[in-house]
């Protein structure tokens, strides 16, 4: 299944298409304007599900940046049509990639990266160069989160042994 998934942001946002069959990104963006990728969405998108990262509110007093990240997360999520989109918290990354509520940006990265092989040059063999790129080639900022949303979409999708949206 071709997944699209998606850190949103308030004017920029991650995003990333992977193929749920090797897990290997097939289109990365690490930081597109929203109204592009709401385009995209909307015209150019080859993708069966969004699997999109949702805002949880934990007591805590939130501003204008928090409301219009929900904004765009509805937006994205009506475009690309709601029976086809899974909203994925942020404890779920936590917990799917880390085993722990307590896991932070860097640890999520670590047990992210953990998950490729190693088959492109230079220092970093999992990214590589563009000479000899690896599997993750081209990811950065908000396309790890992004990333890490697609992988917790099928970590939670295989103990369901159900698919999601359908």
Partial sequence: ????????????????????????PVWIEPEIENNKLLDYIKWNRKDEHLAIEMIASYGMAVGKTTFETVLWIGRFMEA??????????RKDVKISL?????????????ALFDRYEGTGGG???????????????GLSKHAISALAVGH?????DNQS?????G
């Fill in 123 to 137: 220092k970093d063999p999992k990214k590589g160069t563009k000479a000899n790129p690896g599997p993750l080639y």
């Fill in 80 to 89: 690309f049509g709601f029976n086809n989109c899974t909203k994925i918290y």
């Fill in 98 to 110: 880390c085993g722990s509520m307590k896991a932070k940006d860097t640890n999520i990265r670590v």
């Fill in 161 to 165: 042994n159900i698919r999601f949206g």
């Fill in 152 to 156: 917790t979409f099928v970590d939670l």
């Fill in 1 to 24: 299944m071709r997944l699209l998934c998606i850190d949103p942001g308030t004017t920029h946002s991650g995003a990333v298409q992977i193929d749920t069959n090797d897990m290997i």
